[in-house]
């Protein structure tokens, strides 16, 4: 994984918990590289994992509520770092649908080595999307947040109904229906 994405989780856990707590929650971590990170490194996912579960026994909110947490924090980042990401998109599903034929693109074109989830959408009528997550990392907890972090920053509101793929340990389906539209309600 990029490390800009283990950069911000800790950021994330510095403005939850103190630089002091962050310190020594990684140092009890058995991190590989002691939780020395940079934008620009590549780590092992299980390390992010260890990081997550580490915060999770110090502060005793699950592992998957840290995760969606995570994913509303890193929107934020990606629209403060990225603002091309999001230019055009009018709406949650707009940006759903744009991240495999667009945005994982130009990631691409930023980190030629960067191993992408994938992100199949299917229109089901105006107000319902398809989505599904495909990931050799599990992470499906990461991407709810940031759909829910998508849905926040278009003021829209949505029922997110969540299974799991068939044969596909870190994947997952998402219903996602709208319940209110930006600015008016569905």
């Not at 971590?29 to 002691?34: K, R």
């Not at 230019?87 to 994982?104: Q, R």
């Not at 829910?148 to 219903?175: T, Y």
Request: charge should be negative.
């Amino acid at each position: 994984m990029k490390g800009t994405i283990f950069v911000e989780l800790i950021k994330m856990a510095e403005d939850a918990f103190g630089e002091d707590t962050v310190d020594d929650v990684l140092d009890k971590a058995d991190l590989a590289n002691g939780g020395a990170f940079t934008a620009v490194g590549n780590y092992p996912c299980s390390e992010l994992v260890k990081i997550v579960v580490a915060f999770s026994e110090h502060s005793g909110i699950s592992p998957e509520d840290l995760q969606r947490k995570f994913g509303h924090w890193i929107m934020d980042h990606f629209v403060e770092n990225y603002p091309g990401f999001f230019k055009d998109k009018k709406d949650t599903f707009g940006l759903l649908e744009a991240v495999d034929g667009e945005i994982h693109v130009e990631v691409k074109k930023l980190y030629p080595d960067a191993e992408l989830p994938k992100f199949t959408t299917e229109r089901i009528a105006e107000d319902h999307l398809e989505m599904v997550y495909t990931s050799p990392r599990p992470l499906v907890e990461f991407c709810h947040g940031m759909i829910e972090a998508s849905l926040e920053r278009f003021n829209e509101a949505a029922d997110i109904q969540r299974c799991p793929v068939a044969a596909q340990a870190d994947s997952a389906k998402f219903d996602i229906t709208l319940t209110k539209k930006a600015g008016k309600a569905a």
